[in-house]
């Protein structure tokens, strides 16, 4: 089974950390992103990167539908922080995710960061509820998530609220619930991880 993920800590109390006041701008990243120039507080600007991450996980044969957590592991090699380097996350049992955003002076703008999800995985005609899958949050040095932990729900999660010019951060763990057994078969799904801002 697959799940594909579209797709930056520092040494404080916590993982929402404080940016310089700019032009309006939002970015996000989930697993491999793009910073050129160093990262944020070495003067790096954020680019695209068009790589989707995956998770996935192999249930053995005997465990399939015991009820038994599978832990999901992850193609995404990130470990450090694109705010200042620090390593936030511990690869490839954890995703790094990372959103910001940047207003002007004054301005106090809230953005909104969440994931979609279909509502199943699905291998030829057979189907796992996208719902199998759920996620923790924490961070190298800070146990506080700071994006919120859940479960996909065939729809969207809400996972974060962003204030002007503040970076937030966190890495995600996935697990498997295996609690129905399905047909053999390699499943896959898409989840896609949106930062929005009015």
Request: aromatic share 8%; proline share 5%; with cysteine.
């Amino acid at each position: 089974m697959a799940a594909a993920l579209v797709g930056a800590g520092g040494p404080a109390d916590a993982w929402v950390l404080t940016m310089t006041a700019a032009p309006r701008e939002i970015y996000v990243q989930v697993g491999a992103g793009t910073y050129t120039g160093g990262n944020y507080s070495s003067g790096g600007k954020p680019g695209a990167n068009t790589t989707i991450n995956t998770v996935s996980v192999t249930v053995p044969a005997a465990s399939v539908g015991g009820g038994s957590a599978q832990q999901m592991t992850s193609n995404s090699t990130v470990a450090d922080s694109f705010f200042d380097g620090y390593a936030t996350c511990n690869p490839p049992t954890e995703v790094y995710v990372g959103a910001w955003s940047q207003e002007p002076k004054g301005q106090t703008g809230v953005a909104t960061l969440s994931v979609t999800s279909p509502a199943n995985l699905t291998s030829g005609a057979h189907a796992i509820p996208f719902s199998q899958i759920s996620w923790t949050s924490a961070a190298n040095g800070d146990a506080t998530a700071d994006v919120a932990a859940g479960t996909f729900n065939g729809g969207s999660v809400a996972l974060a609220s962003i204030a002007a010019n503040t970076w937030v951060e966190d890495c995600l763990t996935f697990t498997f619930k295996n609690s129905a057994v399905v047909a053999a078969g390699t499943y896959t799904g898409q989840a896609i991880y949106t930062l929005s801002q009015p």
